[in-house]
Every structure is written in structure tokens, then in C-alpha cells.
């Protein structure tokens, strides 16, 4: 049986649409399974590992989620490794963070010995370009520094 939809021909137009979109897709999902093994791979060689993300209604962004869900197979190799956390948020205060720095620790508390070395809090960052001018954009420059 073949599998390269490419090889057959149709004169129906909704057809051949189906199946370029059905093409487009099991490329997409085999990129997607590519950069998540590279990624897993990187993560289990890193010494030191940086979970960055805006902070989404309290919470981390999806994106950094389903980085952190794919790891599933594979979590237990991601051992002994230094945790940097990076969250940028527009509200002004750092207390209110807290609950998606914890939400970090829920992965970081799955790992064997996983240590948290440091947090930036981006508060006050709304607008485009507002970082530039809040303490933590610094504070992430000199603690990359003294990694
Ligand atoms: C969908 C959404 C939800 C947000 N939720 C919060 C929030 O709960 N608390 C907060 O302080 N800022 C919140 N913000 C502001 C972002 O955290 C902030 O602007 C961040 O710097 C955006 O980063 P980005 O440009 O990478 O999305 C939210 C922004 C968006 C778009």
C-alpha cells in the first residue's frame, strides 16, 4: 500500500485539497516530533536550564508548557541540573508571581537534583519594548554573567 499521497491523481479539486492539507500536515507533526526530541536532548545534556516565560493570567505560557509536557518520556534523565526562572509580567510587583514561580517548581520538583540557582522577576512590562527600561532586564544580563 502506498503512503505518498503525491503519487495519486485526482480530477476532483476538493480532493486533491484534502489531501495537500493531509500533507502538510504529517509534515508539520514529523517537524514538531524533530524539534522536541532535539530540544528533550539538549535539556538532558544542559548543565543549566532557563524556564522563561510571560506570565499568562498567573500562569506560564503555553508554549513553555508544552515543552515542559513533552519531557514526559524522558524526564527522569533530566537529573541534577541548575534552574534559572525567568518571568516577565505587566503587573508592577513581585508577590503576585509568585503562584507562576511555584507553577515552575512543579516541574522542577519532579526532577532528582534539580537545584534553583535564581529568579528574574520582569515586572512592569506591558508594552513592547518596556523591559528595556525595568530592573530585571540587568538583573537577567548579570545573572547569565555569573553563570
Ligand atoms: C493573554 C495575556 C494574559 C496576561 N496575563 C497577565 C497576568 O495575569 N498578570 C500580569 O501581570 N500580566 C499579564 N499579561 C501581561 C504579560 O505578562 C506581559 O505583557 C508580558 O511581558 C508579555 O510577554 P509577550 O509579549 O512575550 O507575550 C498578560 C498578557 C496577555 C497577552
Known amino acids: 500500500m502506498r503512503h505518498d499521497d503525491s503519487a495519486n491523481t485526482t480530477d476532483d479539486p476538493k480532493l486533491a485539497l484534502v489531501r495537500q492539507r493531509r500533507r502538510v500536515i504529517r509534515r508539520t507533526q514529523l517537524l514538531s516530533v524533530r524539534a522536541s526530541r532535539t530540544l528533550l536532548e539538549s535539556m538532558i545534556a544542559a548543565d543549566v536550564i532557563v524556564l522563561a516565560t510571560p506570565v499568562y493570567f498567573f500562569g506560564k505560557c503555553a508554549q513553555l508548557k ?20 525567568i518571568v516577565t509580567a505587566a503587573v508592577g510587583s513581585k508577590r503576585p508571581l ?39 532586564f540587568e538583573e537577567a544580563y548579570e545573572m547569565g554573567k555569573s553563570v
Open 66 to 85: 508544552t515543552v515542559i509536557d513533552r519531557t514526559v518520556a524522558r524526564y527522569t534523565a533530566i537529573a541534577n541540573k541548575e534552574f534559572y526562572f
Open 98 to 136: 509568585e503562584r507562576t514561580i511555584e507553577g515552575l517548581r512543579g516541574f522542577t520538583s519532579c526532577l532528582t537534583g534539580a537545584k534553583e540557582k535564581g529568579i528574574v522577576y520582569g515586572t512592569g512590562a506591558w508594552e513592547v519594548g518596556d523591559i528595556l527600561s525595568r530592573p530585571a
